[in-house]
């Protein structure tokens, strides 16, 4: 007991200490309401005062609320004068560009960091409004910014938010000019949050200058360039942005390239941070696109889009016989890899070791460079880095990037018009979207991928079954020896397995709670029936999960 009293104390001491030091009054009030229920409440402040949030690669996450182990007021404050001080270390000495979602304290979060950015002697430019986030990563690059912050959770639930960083061509380099950082920048950013004394002694400037809307008309301009001036634009679209900021920016674009608007999901069409139509707003989450759906129905629509909240990710889905079918990632990005190398964009394609091999299949037969990345397009972007210059790039979870050079990151706007443009020109054959992904299966096999995903309220279960894997690996997968494993501790909490037909990646999601396992088998189209080869994949998919559940112990 006495050791209990002794823990409370210095948890209480600590949050005492916070709350002298927290700029933001509404922050003080909500922990002293908890500190005031103390000792019921020692477990939820014991929570908030684990630990910092650390400053990794994808920059800052987590849930809004007082305290170091939360998004707050403070916390940016701390991580916006690291970061300027970091940029001033390096010698880097053009603007800082600020963009924000819809999301609760996105714009408080926005300003603070431009004010913390001024008041260092840095200019500071905030975009004009909640704005997807290819629009900032955009931005980096056509105002020569020294970096860029963009504050958002993503698809995160609606009590998250988060404050990713990219660095401009300065100190990132041609390649990395508006993409996400990498190491040894993530560890030298967190050390310098770190050395960041009392806040109270951050100095603060205005809140920047706000930018016109002639940048996201730049950025539309730009984006617009991906697709053949032309072509075919007979498309019925249905769209949701769930929620998030992506409908004015998408379909500005639509207009823009000769596109008819999309039909957009009445209910889902505006900003709202609480996400009120969804579990979760992210467009994998089962039920997430049903209004989507019922909207394609409605409307005959030949296609349905889906963009996350910050709108990076985009999602398709089709109608097929038995009804409408949402595309995984895989498909969509070998769709897209397809499309590209049959326009004639040559140059590196580029995935992650957790997406499907089949653009891997695709490059050998077509004599095209091929790159593979560990996950994330921090380093998708930089797969080109030494060789032939990248020219397409996606990730499983419906990331892709379409035209480097114009965002060095995944996009959701630029991807949507690419799939726009190619099922528009299938169509004006009489052909669809499924009707390509089964050219692509007769010519490569039937790739089919799936995913296990546990998402988990203790961490510890995730670390359990990583080390139970290891310390236990199956020596056989559906009936066929393992042939190759790979572990690739220490770069990565990552072990791979593979057998003639299939390969199964197993690793911790880097931005939420979640245990991931990518599942994907390889069953060649022999007798010229695509669909009896994509059943026969199907059932060995869902057997090969139950397998791995069952190695995992989940």
Request: hydrophobic share 45%.
């Amino acid at each position: 007991m006495a050791a209990e009293n002794t823990d409370l104390d210095t948890i209480r001491e600590r949050a005492e200490r916070w709350l002298a030091d927290d700029p933001d009054p509404a922050g003080r009030a909500e922990l002293r309401a908890v500190l005031d229920r103390l000792p019921a409440s020692a477990p939820e402040l014991a929570d908030r005062f684990a630990g910092p949030l650390t400053f990794g690669t994808a920059g800052l996450r987590g849930p809004l609320r007082a305290g170091p182990n939360g998004m707050n007021l403070a916390v940016v404050t701390q991580a916006a004068a690291g970061l300027v001080a970091w940029l001033a270390a390096q010698g880097g000495t053009g603007p800082l560009v600020i963009g924000y979602d819809a999301r609760r304290g996105s714009r408080e979060f926005a300003e603070r960091t431009a004010q913390v950015a001024t008041g260092a002697g840095r200019p500071a430019l905030l975009l004009p409004r909640p704005l997807p986030t290819p629009v900032l990563a955009y931005a980096v690059r056509h105002l020569s910014a020294v970096a860029g912050v963009m504050v958002t959770a993503s698809h995160n639930p609606p009590q998250d938010n988060g404050y990713k960083v990219y660095l401009g061509a300065e100190l990132g380099g041609e390649s990395g000019a508006g993409a996400q950082i990498v190491p040894p920048a993530d560890a030298g950013i967190e050390a310098a949050i770190r050395a960041v004394g009392p806040l109270a002694q951050v100095p603060l400037g205005p809140a920047g200058h706000v930018l016109g809307d002639e940048l996201v008309a730049a950025y539309v301009a730009r984006a617009v360039e991906v697709v053949t001036p032309g072509g075919p634009r007979d498309l019925t679209v249905a769209y949701t942005p769930l929620h998030g900021v992506g409908a004015t920016v998408l379909t500005a674009a639509f207009t823009a390239a000769g596109f008819p608007v999309p039909g957009v999901v009445p209910d889902q069409a505006e900003p709202d941070p609480d996400f009120p139509t969804v579990s979760f707003p992210n467009p994998e989450e089962p039920g997430a696109v049903d209004r989507l759906i019922a909207l394609a129905e409605r409307t005959e629509a030949d296609l349905a889009i889906a963009n996350d909240p910050d709108a990076d990710r985009c999602a398709v889905a089709v109608r097929e016989s038995s009804g409408w079918r949402m595309l995984r990632g895989d498909e969509v990005g070998v769709l897209l890899a397809d499309h590209l190398m049959r326009r004639g964009v040559r140059g590196r394609y580029a995935t992650t070791i957790v997406s499907s091999s089949l653009l891997r299949a695709m490059c050998a037969a077509r004599g095209l460079p091929y790159g593979e990345t560990l996950t994330g397009f921090k380093w998708i972007v930089r797969a080109g880095d030494g060789g032939e210059p990248l020219v397409f790039g996606y990730e499983e979870a419906l990331g892709y990037c379409v035209a480097p050079d114009h965002v060095r990151d995944k996009d959701g706007i630029t991807a949507a018009l690419t799939v726009a443009e190619l099922a528009a020109g299938l169509k004006a054959q009489g052909r669809t979207l499924s009707d390509r992904l089964d050219e692509l299966a007769a010519e490569f096999g039937v790739h089919h991928t799936d995913q296990l995903s546990v998402r988990v309220d203790d961490l510890r279960l995730i670390a359990d079954a990583m080390a139970r894997i290891r310390a236990a690996i199956p020596t056989s997968l559906l009936g066929q020896p393992v042939t190759e494993t790979q572990d690739l501790l220490p770069d990565a909490d990552v072990v791979i397995l593979r057998t003639a037909t299939a390969r199964v990646v197993i690793r911790p999601s880097g931005t939420e709670p979640k245990l991931k396992a990518y599942l994907e088998v390889v069953e060649p189209v022999t007798d010229g029936d695509t669909s009896a080869a994509r059943t026969r994949a199907a059932s060995a998919v869902t057997a090969l999960r139950t397998e791995i559940a069952n190695a995992l112990g989940i």
